[in-house]
Nanobody, 124 residues
């Protein structure tokens, strides 16, 4: 069992930056691959970024590649999402998730634990 708590969301103008954090507690954080997803009003939850367990490989949705960076600090049990050059289309609730297995990292059903989400709003 692992508990996830996101923070760092807020209101920002287009072109600005935010850094989201996701603090984990419970089982050994380094045993989980981690991901970020987002859900805009009226839309399905979509994959944003993922990072592997210990020798971190990173993966991104095409829509955020080159603007967002996922990272993790296993000593602090935290995963981050640095978001630069934000666009109004990035407005959504952002969720972090932990994956115990090795299924498709882009699919929400592959993840075992979820945070409560943090709102990101980008104004034009």
């Amino acid at each position: 069992q692992v508990q996830l708590v996101e923070s760092g969301g807020g209101l920002v103008q287009a072109g600005g930056s935010l850094r989201l954090s996701c603090a984990a507690s419970g089982r050994t954080f380094s045993s989980y691959a981690m991901g970020w997803f987002r859900q805009a009003p009226g839309k399905e939850r979509e994959f944003v970024a993922a990072i592997s367990r210990n020798s971190p490989s990173t993966y991104y949705a095409d829509s955020v590649k080159g603007r967002f960076t996922i990272s993790r600090d296993n000593a602090k049990n935290t995963v981050y999402l640095q978001m630069n050059s934000l666009e109004p289309e990035d407005t959504a609730v952002y969720y972090c998730a932990a994956r115990d297995g090795y299924r498709d990292y882009t699919r929400s059903y592959s993840y075992d634990y979820w945070g409560q989400g943090t709102q990101v709003t980008v104004s034009s």
